[in-house]
């Protein structure tokens, strides 16, 4: 079981809709980060969120951390061929002091 | 500044052989993780050092280790591969305060044949 749980695991859309990525735990975090990952190369970094309740712009990408700090979620809005990836979110859990954990990942194709 | 270096990109061993990775983190940054990612697994955290220290740990066997030098460079050590050991092994720096923000390197492409 993974402590973070990543849905939906599979999305494949049209370009120009929207979609929502969503990151759930029992286990409370000091912080979510959440990551892009292309074939063949490493995470890289998009945002971190800190503090419950925090929501983060970035262009057409809105990410929020709950109010308990127990999960997060990405919107992104008009997605473009070229959001095509593996979104990863990753925490520090409170009780395993400084591990980075992982969700499952997300593969988002978006077509054109 | 570079970001963080992986060496080499790709390998290809065979079954009981050992290999060394490398991982050259970015400058001033004191930590380094490591992680194994496979299809089935996702992102799994090997171990994390930091001053030349393990200061943390995954739950992988004992053939797994590392090492970091003074210069913060580290070294991840695979002994008596098994095809099961075939992954994308990533490196993560920070800068070493706990839960900063983690960069990662490309990553090297292990295959076990």
């Known amino acids: 079981t993974q402590l973070l749980e990543q849905s939906p695991q599979f999305l494949s859309i049209q370009e120009g809709e929207n979609l929502t990525v969503y990151c759930n735990s029992s286990s409370v975090f000091s912080s979510l980060q959440w990551y892009r990952q292309e074939p063949g190369e490493g995470p890289v970094l998009l945002v971190t969120?800190?503090?419950?309740?925090e929501v983060k712009k970035l262009k057409r990408l809105t990410f929020q951390f709950g109010d308990a700090r127990k999960d997060s979620s990405l919107h992104i809005t008009a997605a473009q061929p070229g959001d095509t990836g593996l979104y990863l979110c990753?925490?520090?859990?409170?009780?395993?002091?400084?591990?980075?954990?992982f969700g499952a990942g997300t593969i988002l194709r978006v077509k054109s | 500044k570079a970001g963080v270096t992986q060496t080499p990109r790709y390998l290809i061993k065979t079954r009981g052989q050992q290999v060394t990775l490398s991982c050259s983190p970015i400058s001033g940054h004191r930590s380094v993780s490591w992680y194994q990612q496979t299809p089935g697994q996702g992102l799994q955290f090997l171990f994390e050092?930091?001053?030349?220290?393990?200061?943390n740990k995954g739950n992988f066997p004992g053939r797994f280790s590392g090492r970091q030098f003074s210069n913060s460079r580290s070294e991840m050590n695979v002994s008596t591969l098994e095809l099961g050991d075939s992954a994308l092994y990533l490196c993560?720096?920070?800068?070493?305060?706990?839960?900063?923000?983690?960069?990662f390197g490309q990553g090297t492409r292990l295959t076990v044949v």
């Open positions: 990753a925490g520090y859990p409170m009780e395993y002091g400084n591990k980075l954990v």
């Open positions: 993560a720096s920070t800068p070493g305060d706990e839960n900063t923000e983690a960069f």
């Open positions: 050092y930091f001053s030349e220290t393990q200061r």
């Open positions: 969120v800190v503090t419950g309740g």
